[in-house]
């Protein structure tokens, strides 16, 4: 007889993908290439079943890398029950290092705590810069910072002439709070109500909340935050498909924010040049943008670059905008950021060389994106596992990102084993086995492309990218075009990047036609062609006269 399973009980034999994901704290594409793989068992509802899942964690990830990361993970931590303790005792004492106590309690924080929480308190110097853009009379308005922590910016907007009353703060760290308000305390004997331990996102969601006149804040920088939540967020404040915590806080500090008041965030490098951050720079670049700053690597530990916005309430002008780099200070319009692919904010370009952009887009040119199919490197799951150093029977010979240079390519030193069903995720194989194709390295600052006719195989640190038929140049034409040095210029100067995504280079301009004109590619010929020029810099301006497409 046929066993018919109750919905009940189907539910609670098996789990959702995402369901799976929040648990390991991975993405739903790493549990869909774990179930690709054969590690985890699918449902026709389209979930896995819970026995399969609790066999993953016992026996594969209790091997393997998500085993390594939990126990990381555990090593780096803190008794956060404690350290609160220990530092409400020291605010109850009459004695207060008020300039240090911030940094002392950030600096007691794990590694692990702070990125799931995106905690990085912000140096005075770079929290200077933001008040710079501000009108000189302070005195009658309001400020917010959102996510206050220990009250670097609350403290700053003191000395910079707003009054201790119409300072406002938000924090969810219940220490960081009673710092702020201490601090504030011991600079004005104003304990102040204002400083409180709230989510600014939850409350900016009910109704009657009162607007500020300046917003300045470091927001959490990619929060651990569930697909629930962020849409919980994301649909009451607009955000688009731009659901970060960062965007979710710029776009609930703008519906606090009065008519012509000013807001500034200090960002991630991503916010300023990531496709996931599109919707969010639309809606900047709609409003009135006063700076965009550059403030490097602020942060011990933290890779990741951090840049600064600071614009005002009222409807763009295309009224200059102050662009500080770290060495120089430049003007851009705010149309030459628009007229950029996905509105990328590259403000480290100079105008003369956003100009020459702008001339290489309004030439006729294809995209990529339209004409050609991509295929990631195969993501094995445990290098060290499959990978070996010489030939043998069974296995295939797969190159990475180090064996490739530009329009060539090194022997191969890595062997896998030739069944793909073992591996986590692998491109379709007719994309390998394309009569022609290109592949490139994926992490890299620069375009490194080689042309393969020989349908190679490679790991996941090169990708892959085959033209539709029609595509009116071959693929060793393409590949000199994005091996040269102005597109590697155009690139760089467009995205800034350390990662070759596809939707980047989808989106640069292929100008095929010089192929109609000439047979073989040369670079200085290729320059003519599109009417521009080299400049000392390195970099490219637009010719004032001679032979252009």
């Known amino acids: 007889m046929r066993h018919y399973v109750a919905t009940d009980e189907l539910a609670v034999l098996s789990l959702t993908i995402a369901d799976a994901a929040d648990s390991l704290g991975v993405s739903t594409a790493s549990v869909r290439n774990w179930i690709k793989a054969g590690y985890l068992v699918s449902t026709e509802r389209g979930s896995i079943t819970r026995d399969s899942f609790h066999e993953f964690i016992e026996h594969v990830a209790g091997q393997e890398k998500l085993v390594a990361r939990a ?52 140096q005075d110097w770079i929290i200077e810069r933001f008040f710079a853009h501000l009108p000189e009379d302070r005195e009658g308005l309001t400020f917010c910072d959102p996510c206050c922590g220990s009250g670097n910016f609350i403290l700053a907007a003191l000395e910079q002439g707003f009054t201790a009353e119409n300072i406002f703060g938000f924090d969810i760290d219940p220490v960081a709070v009673a710092i702020t308000r201490r601090r504030l305390f011991e600079r004005t004997g104003f304990d102040s109500p204002n400083i409180q331990c709230a989510d600014f996102l939850e409350t900016s969601l009910q109704a009657g909340q009162p ?14 935050l569930n697909k629930a939540q962020k849409q919980s967020y994301a649909v009451p404040f607009a955000a688009g498909n731009s659901r970060d915590t960062c965007s979710l806080f710029f776009h609930a500090a703008l519906s606090r924010l009065q008519p012509t008041g000013y807001l500034g965030f200090l960002l991630p490098d ?111 799951g445990n290098n060290k596992k499959y990978c070996v150093a010489s030939p043998q029977a069974g296995y295939l010979p797969v190159y990475k990102g180090a064996d490739l240079q530009p329009g060539s390519l090194r022997e191969p030193s890595t062997y896998l084993p030739a069944d793909f069903s073992l591996y986590h995720q ?31 195989y490679f790991l996941n640190s090169v990708n892959m990218l085959v033209t539709e038929p029609e595509f009116p140049i071959t693929g060793q034409q393409l590949c000199q075009i994005l091996n040269s040095r102005v597109m590697n210029w155009l690139f760089q100067s467009i995205f800034e990047t350390h990662k070759v995504l596809r939707a980047d280079l989808g989106a640069l301009p292929i100008h095929t036609r010089y192929f109609e004109r000439y047979d073989e590619f040369d670079e200085a010929r290729y320059l003519n062609f ?20």
């Not at 008794?79 to 007691?108: N, P, T, V």
């Not at 607007?211 to 651990?224: A, E």
């Not at 851009?332 to 950021?337: K, V």
């Open 426 to 456: 692998v491109a379709p194989r007719e994309l390998y086995q394309a009569p022609e194709k290109l592949i490139y390295r994926f992490i890299s600052s620069r375009l490194v492309f080689h042309y393969d006719t020989a349908q190679s």
């Open 530 to 549: 599109l009417g521009i020029e080299e400049i000392e810099s390195g970099g490219y301006c637009i010719k004032k006269s001679g032979e252009s497409a």
């Open 270 to 380: 991503a916010f300023f040049n990531v496709a996931a951050f599109t919707d969010v720079r639309d809606r900047a670049l709609a409003l009135d943008i006063k700076a965009l700053m550059d403030f490097g690597k602020p942060f011990p530990g933290l890779v990741t670059k951090a840049k600064g916005i600071v614009l005002q309430n009222q409807a763009n002008r295309n009224e200059p905008i102050c662009c500080e780099g770290l060495t120089e200070t430049t003007v851009r319009t705010p149309s030459s950021f628009q007229q950029n692919p996905k509105s990328i904010l590259n403000f480290s370009c100079a105008p003369e060389e956003a100009a020459t952009i702008a001339h290489l887009y309004a030439l006729d040119h294809l995209k990529l994106s339209n004409h050609a199919r991509f295929g990631l490197g195969i993501v094995t």
């Open 211 to 224: 607007p500020f006149d300046v917003i300045f804040t470091n927001p959490p920088w990619g929060k651990k």
């Open 71 to 122: 126990n990381k993970s555990q090593k780096d931590s803190h008794d956060h029950g404690a350290l609160s303790l220990r530092y409400r005792q020291i605010l109850s004492e009459k004695e207060f290092d008020g300039d240090q106590i911030g940094d002392q309690y950030q600096a007691s924080l794990s590694n692990t705590y702070r990125n799931q929480e995106g905690i990085y308190y912000t």
